[in-house]
């Protein structure tokens, strides 16, 4: 069975950081892509950051860039979201999310890439 488990999330005020962990097992972690996205109330769930499989490059959204880095230990099964300089508008909950299809690496943070997702963790930044 494959399952995805994010953790990390909390408060913080703005201007801090947390740190999201998205451990699985299931599969060989090693052949997937995993991804981060994030749901705001009352919108859509939008990509932030992703790592591949084959290279381990990094991708971000133009709203994380620069403020947040995704990593990956193979050996642990495990990804990361390092989340510095927090916004009041980064509150959402955060997903972790996988695929090894080639259309995940085409379009490596779309949601429709992604075939296994993790429950959320709520992450809030206050002002």
């Known amino acids: 069975e494959v399952q995805l488990q994010a953790s990390g999330g909390g408060l913080v005020h703005a201007g801090g950081s947390l740190r999201l962990s998205c451990i699985v097992s299931?599969?060989?972690?090693?052949?997937?892509?995993i991804a981060w996205f994030r749901q705001a109330p009352g919108k859509e769930r939008e990509g932030v950051a992703c790592?591949?499989?084959?290279?381990?490059?990094?991708y971000y959204s133009d709203a994380v860039k620069g403020r947040f880095t995704m990593s990956r230990d193979n050996a642990k099964s495990s990804a990361y979201l390092q989340m510095n300089s927090l916004k009041p508008e980064d509150t959402a909950v955060y997903y972790c999310?996988?695929?090894?299809?080639?259309?995940?690496?085409?379009?490596?943070?779309?949601?429709?890439?992604?075939?296994?997702w993790g429950q959320g963790t709520l992450v809030t930044v206050s002002s």
């Open positions: 999310a996988a695929d090894s299809r080639v259309m995940t690496a085409m379009y490596p943070l779309e949601r429709s890439s992604y075939g296994y």
């Open positions: 299931g599969f060989t972690f090693d052949g997937y892509t």
């Open positions: 790592i591949t499989n084959t290279d381990g490059n990094t």
